[in-house]
C-alpha cells in the first residue's frame, strides 16, 4: 500500500513537474508573441508611414506634371500675345512716320501763301509749280495715309492677342474648377464639365499625336469631391496618353446608365495582357521601368470611386486598346461615405 502511494506521489510530481514547464513554456511563447506582435505594430506603422509617403510623392508627382502642362498651355497665348504686342508698336511708329510724312507735305503747300505776297512774273511762276509740286505731294501723301494697311494689321493683331487673353481666362478659369481651389468638400458635379478640364490640363500630352472623340450626353450630376473626381478623369487620360505611344485616339464618352452616371475612357493603345489585368488596380504595382511609375496612379483612382460609391470596370484587348468605365452613383440615389 505504501509502495502504491509513493509511486503515486511520484506520478503526480513528474505531471505537476511536467505541467508546470509546459506552463513556463506557454508563458515563454506569450511573451515572445507579445514582443513580435509589439514588433509587428511598429513595422505597420512604418510602412504605413512610408505608404503615406509615397501616395503623397506620387501627388505631388500628379501636382507637377498638372503645373507643368498649364504651363505649357500658358505659354502659347502669352507668346503670341508679346510678339503681337511688339509688332504692333512697331506699326504704330510706322504709321507716326506716315502722319509725320503728311503733316510736311501740309506745311510744304502752306509755303505759296508768303510767296504771294511779294509775286512778281518769275515768282508766279515758280509758285505755280510750287502749287502743282505741293499738290502731287499732298496727294501722294494722303493715298500713302490712306492705302497704309498699319492700322488694319494693328487691329488685327489686338483682335488676335484679345483671343490670347480669353484663351489665358479660360484655362485659369478650368484651372481653378478642376483643383476646385474654392471649395472644399462635398458638392454637385458636373462630370462633362471635369472631363473637359481634365482634357485641357493633359493638353500638352495629347496635341499633335492623339485624336480626341468626345461623346458627351447631357448626364445626372454626381455628388463627391470634384477635385478628386477631376483626379480620376486626368490620370485615366494620362494612362491612355501612355499605352499609345506613336498616334491613336481617345474616345471619352459620358451616358446615364441605371441611377449612375458612367464615364468611358478608351484609347487605341497597346492593351493590357491578361497576366497583369488582376493587378492593375493594386497598389505600387506597375509594368514600368524602376523611376518611371509608382503604380498608384490606378490605385489611387480605384480608391476615389470607391470611396465615392461608385465603380470601375476595365475591358481589354491585347494591341488593339483598353477602355476603363468609372460608374458613380447619380444624385438622388446613393450617398457615398468619403474618407
Known amino acids: 500500500m505504501t509502495a502504491v502511494l509513493a509511486i503515486l506521489v511520484l506520478v503526480l510530481a513528474a505531471a505537476a513537474g511536467a505541467l508546470f514547464w509546459r506552463l513556463r513554456q506557454a508563458e515563454a511563447a506569450k511573451t515572445r508573441l507579445a514582443a513580435e506582435h509589439q514588433q509587428t505594430e511598429v513595422e505597420l506603422k512604418q510602412l504605413q508611414s512610408s505608404q503615406a509617403q509615397v501616395i503623397h ?5 500628379s501636382l507637377g506634371q498638372m503645373v507643368a502642362g498649364v504651363a505649357h498651355e500658358l505659354n502659347t497665348p502669352l507668346g503670341f500675345v508679346k510678339s503681337n504686342v511688339e509688332v504692333i508698336a512697331d506699326l504704330l511708329d510706322d504709321y507716326r512716320k506716315l502722319v509725320k510724312d503728311y503733316d510736311i507735305a501740309v506745311q510744304y503747300c502752306q509755303q505759296p501763301v508768303d510767296l504771294m505776297f511779294g509775286a512778281d512774273k518769275e515768282s ?4 505755280v509749280k510750287h502749287v502743282e509740286e505741293s499738290r502731287r505731294k499732298l496727294f501722294e501723301a494722303r493715298r500713302a495715309v490712306e492705302k497704309s494697311p498699319l492700322l488694319t494689321e494693328a487691329k488685327e493683331l489686338l483682335a488676335d492677342s484679345a483671343d490670347g487673353i480669353t484663351q489665358l481666362a479660360a484655362l485659369v478659369q478650368n484651372l481653378k474648377g478642376f483643383a476646385r481651389v474654392d471649395r472644399d468638400g462635398m458638392d454637385l458635379m458636373d462630370v462633362n464639365e471635369g472631363v473637359e478640364s481634365a482634357l485641357m490640363i493633359a493638353a500638352h500630352q495629347l496635341r499633335d499625336r492623339i485624336k480626341i472623340v468626345r461623346k458627351l450626353d447631357s448626364v445626372p450630376r454626381v455628388r463627391g469631391m470634384p477635385s478628386q473626381l ?8 494620362t494612362n491612355a496618353a501612355q499605352a499609345m505611344e ?6 471619352v464618352a459620358t451616358r446615364a446608365g441605371d441611377g449612375n452616371v458612367e464615364i468611358a475612357f478608351a484609347d487605341t493603345g497597346c492593351g493590357i495582357p491578361d497576366d497583369v489585368l488582376p493587378k492593375i488596380f493594386d497598389p505600387f504595382f506597375t ?3 524602376p523611376g518611371e511609375g509608382t503604380g498608384l496612379g490606378l490605385s489611387i483612382v480605384h480608391k476615389i470611386v470607391k470611396s ?4 470601375i470596370k476595365v475591358r481589354t484587348t491585347p494591341n488593339r486598346g483598353s477602355e476603363f468605365t ?3 452613383p447619380a444624385e438622388n440615389t446613393a450617398r457615398p461615405t468619403l474618407h
Open 326 to 328: 468609372v460608374m458613380l
Open 230 to 237: 477631376n483626379q480620376v478623369f486626368l490620370n485615366l487620360i
Open 57 to 61: 510623392t506620387t501627388k505631388l508627382a
Open 246 to 251: 506613336e498616334e491613336g485616339t481617345l474616345t
Open 287 to 289: 509594368t514600368k521601368a
Open 308 to 311: 465615392h460609391g461608385g465603380s
Open 124 to 127: 508766279l511762276d515758280k509758285l
